[in-house]
Nanobody
Framework: AQLVESGGGLVQAGGSLRLSCVAS????????IGWFRQAPGKEREGLSC????????NYADSVKGRFTISRDNAKNMVYLQMNSLKPEDTAVYYC??????????????????WGKGTLVTVSS
């Protein structure tokens, strides 16, 4: 199984980006898939997750109302739409899955597949 992120870049505060995560070796409907981020000097933070069962979603308080996770089963992809970006959103963003999980949220210690990450930089 493999996950590959794309869509990061440099954006001004208040702007938007959409991150994409393509899965191979499994279908995105089979396991819950989440987005995490890690800023320099900080721990990896779980941001959002989409359930395999019913597509329900959840969000960390830090991104609730600004970020939206979605899934395209036909393309085997998961997206993270990020709006109203802030400088503190600057981080490497990862998609991940836990093949033992049956529901969201995902926890860092349970993840068994990580993408390599995509860098998001938000300038003030």
């Amino acid at each position: 199984a493999q996950l590959v992120e794309s869509g990061g870049g440099l954006v001004q505060a208040g702007g938007s980006l959409r991150l994409s995560c393509v899965a191979s070796g499994f279908t995105v409907e089979k396991y819950p898939i989440g987005w995490f981020r890690q800023a320099p000097g900080k721990e990896r933070e779980g941001l959002s997750c989409i359930s395999s069962f019913d597509g329900s979603t959840n969000y960390a308080d830090s991104v609730k109302g600004r970020f939206t996770i979605s899934r395209d089963n036909a393309k085997n992809m998961v997206y993270l739409q990020m709006n109203s970006l802030k400088p503190e959103d600057t981080a490497v963003y990862y998609c991940a899955t836990d093949t033992e999980a049956t529901a969201c949220p995902l926890y860092y210690y349970g993840v068994d597949y990580w993408g390599k990450g995509t860098l998001v930089t938000v300038s003030s």
